[in-house]
């Protein structure tokens, strides 16, 4: 039996990876996506037998991807994850298969079996109660996602927590390797997201880049201090200071005269 499949992550060596253990005569790899927008979009137009989904990805996540594509038509899936532990417990109670990244080669060559078992025995009814299972262990309904879009809230996971955050609740947001660190006055959450994604998302409240590492709430400023070097400091109203690069200080400056 011919094997059509996805793979959606958004790192490109781990892309590489899934791609180079899919190599068999009977497997074609239909499209590779590098975010959940892109994954959605290309599993309603291509409709695969099989998805490598990432549980971590920035935009949508893999548990995102699943709601809005839906569980009724969400092909045979088998989710890839670097350490959430919640997603790996959520996983293992509703005994849907996952991979953990690094991925090892026997793991993968299992799960990938255990796929073909399922497409072959037709099983997929029984897949699709472990994803509905799987959603309400993340409670996150699709009705709760898409009125966190609508709103421009923040969804963050947290040790086992979903919070929503609202822009005004937002002090500033730093960048962090592939993450980034949202400062609020009472907490702060690493969330796997690149920063200019967080910029594009808040563009339209109140938020403005100072640094190529940290974007700031223009109403959480209370004043600039001017260096002897002629470089400038952002203070904000909890005492927090922040470096404000020369390259955007005239965006600063331009915004903060406009409001």
């Not at 996971?157 to 609740?169: E, I, T």
């Not at 974007?215 to 004043?223: C, Q």
Request: aromatic letters at 6%.
């Amino acid at each position: 039996m011919s094997l059509r499949v996805l793979i959606a992550d958004d790192e490109p060596l781990a892309r590489e990876g899934v791609a180079m253990f899919l190599k068999e005569p009977d497997i074609s790899i239909v499209a590779q996506c590098e975010n959940g927008e892109q994954a959605v979009k290309a599993i309603r137009e291509l409709k695969p037998d099989l998805v490598f989904l990432d549980i971590n990805m920035p935009g949508l996540n893999g548990i995102e991807v699943v709601q809005a594509i839906g569980v009724e038509h969400m092909p045979l899936t088998i989710f890839l994850t670097a350490h959430d532990k919640y997603a790996i417990d959520a996983f293992r109670i509703n005994a849907l298969d996952y991979l953990l990244k690094p991925i090892n080669a026997e793991h993968f060559a299992a799960s990938l079996r255990r796929a073909r078992e399922e497409l072959a025995k037709s099983r997929i009814h029984d897949h699709k109660e472990q994803l509905a299972r799987l959603l309400q262990a993340f409670a996150v309904p699709a009705e709760a996602a898409r009125t966190e879009t609508a709103s421009n809230r923040i969804l963050v996971r947290s040790a086992g927590h979903v919070y929503f955050l609202k822009p005004q609740d937002i002090q500033w947001i730093e960048a962090d390797g592939d993450y980034v660190t949202i400062h609020t006055d009472t907490k702060t959450h690493l969330v796997r997201e690149a920063l200019k994604t967080m910029e594009e998302r808040l563009a339209g409240a109140g938020f403005q880049r100072i640094h190529r590492s940290s974007l700031v709430n223009l109403d959480a400023i209370r004043e600039l201090i001017a260096n002897d070097n002629g470089d400038y400091q952002v203070v904000l109203k909890n005492d927090t200071v922040l470096k404000l690069s020369r390259n955007y200080r005239d965006q600063l400056y331009s915004r903060l005269n406009a409001d």
